[in-house]
């Protein structure tokens, strides 16, 4: 069987089984409900609940790329993430110089829901699925009211586009980022995220 094959096929089996133990003896679920669906944004770091087991080399491929490793994490599907309070942003995009309808759960909520309990001090390192990383402060991703949109002017995005998670906020209402040239504002706002990483 072919390396891809195998990971599809682990992937498929994965989703039909009940969910793993997070650690020696504690069911996934204690922490919270399992996945209906594949998992869209994986959530690691400082006082996290996990929902999921540890960092797996053999399925979970793309972080092994990019280096990444866990003891605990926290996972969303897509119907967990449009369970969370979401709020609308009409920021004008660097891509066409236009304003835009962006939709989703702020990105402090999801933060929140995966269990983390941070100060402003702490760190949000937010990594795309083409490796890009941001990092900001929890303090910055409060003012600005960063959102993980799942929603471009009212229909979901798409992987391989700029979904289907975006973490970004509305430049125009932040004076000093608003004064900057459009392709200087979005810097820490990863199209195709997909892990965020909690620092203390």
Not at 42 to 57: H, L
Not at 153 to 179: K, R
Request: with cysteine; glycine share 8%.
């Amino acid at each position: 069987m072919q390396k891809r094959q195998f990971l599809t096929a682990a992937g498929a089996a994965a989703l039909t089984l009940p969910a793993a133990s997070t650690r020696a003896g504690t069911p996934a679920s204690a922490a919270s409900p399992a996945l209906r669906g594949p998992a869209l944004l994986t959530v690691t770091g400082a006082m996290v609940q996990p929902n999921r087991g540890p960092f797996d080399p053999v399925t979970d491929q793309m972080m092994h790329k990019q280096k990444l490793s866990f003891d605990k994490a926290h996972a969303f599907d897509y119907n967990a993430l449009l369970a969370l309070p979401a709020f609308t942003i009409r920021p004008t995009l660097e891509y066409d110089g236009k304003p835009h309808l962006l939709h989703g759960p702020a990105l402090v909520d999801v933060v929140k829901a995966a269990g983390a309990r941070l100060a402003d001090s702490g760190k949000l390192v937010l990594r795309a699925v083409d490796g890009y990383a941001a990092v900001l402060s929890l303090a910055q991703a409060r003012a600005q009211r960063y959102i993980v949109a799942t929603h471009l002017d009212g229909a979901p995005m798409a992987l391989g586009g700029l979904g289907p998670l975006w973490a970004i906020y509305d430049a125009d209402q932040v004076p000093e980022m608003a004064a900057k040239p459009l392709p200087e504002r979005f810097g820490a706002c990863p199209w195709a995220l997909y892990h965020v990483e909690v620092q203390a």
